[in-house]
């Protein structure tokens, strides 16, 4: 998108002007959807975005900038904007020339290798064949007369990220996402709900072949036609066994986000000043992880420039890390972890989750039900509410089932499991083996992020539900 030397030149006058860390990020992004509402066309739309952003560090004081023009003249004048703001008339430290590259040397940074290269790329099936993947979708949803409508969306992202700073590296990685959603609405005449599935990765096309569409829109018309014969959910405090995969949304927003340095640094989270302590039960080891094969939220690089990592938060109840992106490092004296992201060049990065899940435990699934005499099986989780800091959370049951006497019972729907993040997973007193991860997205300071959530089955004591009946 622009030269080394560009960056270069850019990066130097920065630090002539006083900053102590500049950071130039720039982004070509290729999206496209194709929706449809039972096999009828209702959206279909590409688009391309171009963008950079520029941003300059004075100590811990940051300021942020961002243009859509990429010509130099155009970057150049953000830069200044953006120092005359600041307008210390600080002296920015001696850069040592390097082969006339405007005062910096850049090299090309060294991230892990690629994996997660599409195998079939953007540009490599037509529309008429996406049209009929998505028609695929429907006919595998038409299970049951009581299915009334049946929406289908296929997803498709190709983004191009270079970012280059003052540390002297260039860091380019190239995102390519597909993710295929299936929304279902049954009805029985008297009462209406629905059912959906929404497979993705950080991958191609290919993804339609690992998670055939038929399969995704069965899948959420079974949903919505189990919750049409669901009795109402019963109230009160009983243990609950979460369910694997999107069960670990209740993590990720009711604890994950208080390991961000975007929080602890502020002390605005419950979280911070803990590391070394007890935190949770004995059998949680919790893991945020940009180094996934193909995992929804991966990525070679952060947007910071920074290789992606392996980040152990817990490790068996203990907390170990936080996720630290540069200003937070900056705060906080923690290491950085790889885990600045941003949702495009609108947005300054901050520290954000990647891939967030809890590690497989040992005991066998059919034991978190055997001793249980009444709760609730949540197997699929829908979305909820989390008061950012405290970790105080309220979040649907979207597929819920009794628990009597160790055996699964009748379906029940209008289940909400309430509670705390920091209290919740202290309750946790067994995990199973079965470790599965989620798709979605997580808005936050920086924006909406690809993010995956996941955990295999586990049992907490102690959880208020909230039902109706």
């Not at 817990?314 to 600045?340: F, K, N, P, Q």
């Not at 690809?450 to 089955?457: K, L, Y």
Request: glycine letters at 12%; hydrophobic letters at 40%; a negative charge.
């Amino acid at each position: 998108m622009l030269s080394h030397d560009s960056y270069a030149a850019l990066i130097g006058r920065g630090k002539r002007a006083g900053a102590d860390h500049v950071e130039v990020y720039a982004e070509r992004w290729r999206r496209r959807l194709l929706r449809t509402i039972d096999d009828a066309v209702e959206e279909a739309t590409s688009n391309i975005q171009y963008g950079a952003g520029i941003r300059l560090f004075f100590g811990t004081d940051v300021v942020y900038g961002y243009t859509n023009d990429l010509g130099e003249g155009a970057l150049v004048e953000l830069l200044d904007s953006l120092v005359s703001v600041r307008a210390t008339g600080a002296e920015g430290a001696a850069v040592p020339d390097a082969a006339g590259r405007g005062g910096l040397d850049l090299r090309t940074a060294a991230g892990g290798p690629d994996i997660h290269s599409p195998r079939l790329t953007f540009d490599a099936r037509d529309k008429a064949w996406r049209l009929e993947r998505l028609r695929e979708l429907a006919a595998g949803a038409r299970i049951a007369p009581e299915v009334k409508q049946v929406e289908a969306r296929l997803l498709e992202w190709e983004q191009d990220v270079t970012v280059a700073n003052s540390d002297g590296v260039v860091a380019d990685d190239r995102r390519v996402r597909t993710r295929l959603v299936a929304q279902v609405i049954a009805s029985d005449g008297v009462d209406t709900q629905s059912g959906h599935a929404g497979p993705g990765l950080s991958m191609g096309l290919e993804l339609l072949e690992l998670h055939p569409p038929a399969e995704a829109g069965r899948r959420a018309a079974e949903m919505a036609l189990l919750n049409l014969r669901a009795r109402k959910a019963p109230a009160g405090s009983m243990p609950v066994v979460i369910g694997d995969a999107f069960g670990g949304v209740i993590f990720h927003e009711a604890l994950g986000h208080l390991l961000e340095t975007t929080a602890v640094a502020r002390n605005a989270s419950a979280l911070a000043g803990k590391l070394g302590e007890k935190v949770a039960s004995d059998v949680v080891t919790y893991v945020d992880d940009g180094t996934t094969p193909h995992g929804w939220g991966s990525s070679r690089f952060d947007d910071e420039g920074a290789p992606t990592e392996r980040t152990v938060l817990i490790r068996d109840g203990v907390l170990e890390s936080y996720m630290v992106d540069r200003w937070g490092s900056l705060m906080t004296g923690y290491r950085a972890t790889g885990s600045g992201r941003r949702q495009d060049y609108t947005f300054a990065p901050t520290s954000r989750m990647r891939n967030t899940f809890v590690l497989p435990g040992t005991t066998p699934k059919e034991e978190l039900f055997s001793g249980i005499e009444y709760g609730l099986y949540a197997k699929t989780m829908g979305g909820g509410q989390v008061r950012p800091g405290s970790g105080e959370y309220n979040f649907a049951v979207n597929e819920g089932y009794l628990i009597r006497n160790g055996q699964l019972a009748e379906p029940v729907r209008g289940a909400m499991l309430v509670g705390k993040g920091p209290e919740s997973i202290k309750r946790i007193v067994a995990v199973s083996d079965d470790l599965s991860t989620a798709p979605g997205m997580c808005g936050s300071m920086s924006g909406s992020l690809p993010v995956e959530v996941g955990q295999p089955h586990l049992l907490v004591s102690e959880i208020i539900v909230g039902g109706e009946a």
